[in-house]
């Protein structure tokens, strides 16, 4: 009776786990392309960040490969301080902020790019290198991305 019980936990713990992977990838899928930006503009009394991320149905190598290759293919206008191809993160700057981007792995084929930097001057207008940043690699990786309000 005991080994009956065992096999049948073990038979649905085996069902459970691809259902589980199969429900990951379509909630992936569900949020694939929207990229979350969180922001404070720097004060006086605070450094103030500049924060994007986004999913991508991609292999995390190809993504971090695509990100390093498209800022050096941008050398004119950015600057890669360091990069690290086995924690798949990247260091830039254009000469006013400096930013950094990772990209993680979330299963064989769903990836989170993430880009953080240091915020703009207080009243400084424009597109911040983070949100140009997942755009490229975006526009780059032939993925619509858009940016949720």
Not at 32 to 51: K, L, P
Not at 61 to 71: G, N, P, Q, R, W
Not at 87 to 95: C, Q, R
């Amino acid at each position: 009776m005991n080994f009956r019980r065992g096999f049948m936990l073990v038979l649905v713990s085996m069902l459970a786990v691809p259902t589980a992977q199969a429900q990951w990838v379509m909630v992936a899928r569900a949020v694939s392309g929207r990229i979350q930006r969180m922001e404070q503009q720097r004060t006086a009394n605070n450094g103030g960040y500049d924060v994007a991320s986004v999913i991508l149905e991609a292999q995390a190598d190809k993504v971090y490969d695509t990100a390093l290759k498209t800022l050096q293919q941008h050398s004119d206008k950015v600057t890669v301080t360091s990069s690290d191809a086995k924690k798949m993160i990247i260091k830039f700057t254009d000469g006013q902020q400096n930013a950094a981007l990772q990209a993680t792995s979330l299963g064989p084929k769903v990836t989170q790019l993430m880009i953080a930097s240091n915020a703009m001057e207080n009243g400084q207008t424009g597109t911040s290198i983070v949100l140009q940043g997942v755009m490229k690699v975006c526009k780059e990786m032939n993925v619509t991305c858009t940016v949720e309000q």
